[in-house]
């Protein structure tokens, strides 16, 4: 398995930090709207079940074959975290896999910050040695999927736990691998 590592991910508005147990105070307000849930299940986190969290994601995944890469969203023009975003990097069939997911804060909703934190996240995966994007989305979410689309996704007929499976697959020429991102 070829090793990626987050990198910060920045776009005209916004940076993606990689997690740090440091967000989880500032996160546990950004994800404390029990709105969110709606389409993803559980409930908001208290500070310290976000601290366990971002611990347990830097820590890595346990699957030594698997990659868990985690960023919080940052909106340049005051400095707030708003959301979050992660990939998970995994074998799958023929090559690997990248499974995106993305939540924005009640707050920061409606302002393209989805959309934007989406695209560049998919950029990014593009360019690392991955051949395929995907994310599940509940199939009432209309605005999750506007945002995949947009990201250049596409839904499939592939289901898992209610969600639909949304890919972009990453052509690229024969013999010629993507060039690392630093």
């Not at 029990?34 to 079940?49: D, F």
């Not at 939540?103 to 302002?111: C, E, I, M």
């Amino acid at each position: 398995m070829t090793c990626i590592k987050a990198a910060t991910i920045g776009t005209q508005r916004l940076e993606l930090l990689p997690v740090r147990v440091e967000y989880a105070e500032e996160m546990a307000r950004v994800l404390g709207d029990p709105a969110l849930h709606s389409y993803i299940g559980g409930a908001p986190e208290t500070v310290e079940q976000l601290r366990s969290r971002y611990e347990r994601w830097c820590a890595g995944s346990p699957d030594p074959t698997v990659t868990w890469l985690n960023w919080v969203i940052r909106l340049r023009s005051d400095g707030h975290l708003t959301g979050t975003v992660q990939a998970t990097i995994a074998p799958e069939d023929d090559g690997v896999v990248a499974e995106a997911a993305w939540v924005v804060g009640a707050p920061w909703q409606r302002r393209g910050i989805a959309t934007e934190t989406a695209g560049a996240l998919v950029d990014w995966l593009a360019a690392q040695p991955v051949h395929e994007i995907t994310a599940h989305i509940h199939p009432d979410h209309a605005a999750s999927a506007a945002v995949a689309a947009a990201a250049g996704l596409t839904p499939t007929d592939r289901w898992q736990d209610g969600e639909r499976r949304w890919r972009r697959r990453i052509q690229r020429r024969p013999g010629r691998l993507p060039p690392r991102i630093p």
